[in-house]
């Protein structure tokens, strides 16, 4: 084989023309022979960098992966384009493991991807230690931190399996986890040596971000799946009995729709996800099990049934959405009751169970602070894009154009004397309650509560009772999003006063708030989504197109079968639109369209080629 560099390679064999921002610096460092870290967004693109000098190296290259669904998925994309690759995992009977490491060790794989648990047995390590393995590159590798979210004690061994090793090998490490501590575990534990980093930017620019509040979630989610029937989305749902609820609604409702969480057995899991990921049905109800390497890059819409406990696990869900980096829709719909269900899981987490008291306190009170500032996401007004972003620590201009916040018509309404008998009430009890009762205090109900705490003896009690309790709910955390009001992080939630409280009560500082035109909101909101959509597409298919789109997809979905991958895997909708805009005739046009390499080509280029005759002929 001739020698290919590593655009060569990334055309010939993954059908792409460029690089993806940190990529080539990461190839780059690995072909220098350096150990490299990536921390990048999910999706954008992390696997093309171990992948693409693993075939440009000689030897052998490790990938250590957690799960099999994501070790099968990215075997079955190497094979289509036409890369050895295999697996091993404790998928495969006893029969299929021993051949797949007798090619392997025939040097048949230039990648092969394996289970942290079978780094140190018997067999495997017969195979490791009598070849040349020149990189072990460590995916998902959060998973050797217990401070990330997926902890796998098996990740231990990794550092130990390398030790072995006559040479060592190059480490790569790829994550999307970006908190400090997590990159540092990352780094000592793997024991990466003077490793290239790159982080990229944490934008998905093509997602759409909103938040609702309907009064009945089912119905808007109903509404939303009308409005965009043969799209494919995941809706996530804080529980498991929620998720059979929704997802049984949505079936007797006529939607195609599975369901995935914790409570099915190992088999209908698997079925499920398979069912979602080979497009047998388009909608995916699940609580955040599911999900984890999930690469199917044509979900168009996460939409959660309730709100999730932190920025940072909610970043990671709508992360599945439009891998394609076509346009694709977030939206989190909103209830009290989900800060409710949030706080009961923290305060009942038995993962934690074998944490000493001192650190469980100290877990629990992160996870408060957490659950607070995925809140105020709820509530904030400005961008949503920029809040996130700011969240993991980067700074954007305020207004993205492509978030609920931007695209809604704002007033400003002077919420002075609210905010000023809110505070009044948190000062004049002394700061000694929670959220609830500062606001039964001041619209004046009389509740069990009140009366024993005497609030209805209070100066402020029943001072804002003419305004509606949504409201008061709305000042109360834009005092909160904006500093004027604080709240513990232990489970009592005591509002308390900060430093700039007094500007409210001493200094009568007016307070503006922003708010959504009650009338206008609704309907506007509406059509403004639509606009801020296509103009991310860019490209609405016409009508015809639109026929020839279903045509491909339908042929896509007839190779899907006869090779028994997901259609995905054949070619992307990306793909699938370009060729649809383009109308491919010859080879060298098909060979142009993105996500199309010679090898694909020459697998499937005739039969997708002669859907553009035909249509050219009618
Ligand atoms: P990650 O592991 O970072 O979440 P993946 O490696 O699974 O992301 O890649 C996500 C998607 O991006 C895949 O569908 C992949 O084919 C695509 N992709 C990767 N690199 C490029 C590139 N340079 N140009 C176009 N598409 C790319
Ligand atoms: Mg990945
Ligand atoms: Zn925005």
Sequence with gaps: MEILDKCQVLKQYFGFDMFREGQEKLIDGILDGKDVFGIMPTGSGKSLCFQIPALMMEGITLVISPLISLMKDQVASLNQAGIHAAYLNSSLTPGQYHKALEYAKAGRYPIIYVAPERLETESFLDFALNSKIAMVAVDEAHCVSQWG???????????????????????????????????????????????????????????????QTPRDKYEALKTYLEAHPEQGGIIYCLTRKLVEEVSTRLREDGFSVTRYHAGLSDAERRRNQDDFIYDRCLIMVATNAFGMGIDKSNVRFIIHYNMPGSIEAYYQEIGRCARDQEPGECILYYSGQDVVTNQFFIDHNTENRELDYVTRQIVAERDRE??????????????????????????????????????????????????????????????????????????????????????????????????????????????????????????????????????????????????????????????????????????????????????????????????????????????????????????????SVPGIGEFKFGKYGKRFLRIFKENAVN
């Design 370 to 591: 957490r659950l607070r500032k995925m809140t105020f996401y709820c509530f904030t007004r400005e961008c949503l894009r920029d809040y996130i972003l700011r969240y993991f620590g980067e700074y954007h201009a305020n207004y993205c154009g492509n978030c609920v916040n931007c695209l809604t018509q704002f007033e400003s309404v002077d919420v002075t004397e609210i905010a000023k008998a809110l505070v009044g009430c948190v000062s004049s009890c002394r700061q000694r309650y929670g959220v609830t009762v500062i606001l039964d205090t001041v619209r004046g109900a009389n509740t069990a509560k009140i009366r024993q705490y005497r609030m209805d003896e209070n100066p402020y009690y029943g001072m804002l009772a003419k305004i509606p309790i949504y409201r008061l709910r709305q000042v109360m955390n834009e005092l909160m999003l904006r500093d004027f009001l604080s709240v513990t992080t232990d489970e009592y939630a005591i509002v308390k006063l900060t430093d700039t409280s007094k500007k409210i009560i001493d200094e009568a500082e007016p307070v503006i708030m922003k708010m959504a035109k009650e009338q206008e909101a609704r309907t506007k909101g509406k059509s403004d989504q639509k606009a801020g959509r296509s103009k991310k597409t860019g490209v609405e298919l016409s009508a015809t197109d639109k026929a020839l789109f279903e045509k491909l997809r339908s042929l896509r979905m007839e190779i899907a079968r006869e090779e028994q991958v997901p259609p995905y895997i054949v070619f992307s909708d990306k793909t699938l639109v370009h060729m649809c805009l383009s109308k491919p005739e010859t080879k060298a046009d098909m060979l």
């Design 149 to 211: 979210q997926d902890f796998r004690p098996s990740y231990l061994k990794i550092v130990e399996f390398i030790k072995r090793l006559s040479k060592r090998p190059i480490v790569s490490a790829f994550t999307a986890t970006a908190t400090k501590e997590v990159r540092e575990d990352i780094i000592d534990i793997l024991m990466l040596q003077d490793p290239v980093m790159m982080t990229t930017g944490y934008d998905r620019p093509n997602l759409y971000l909103s938040v």
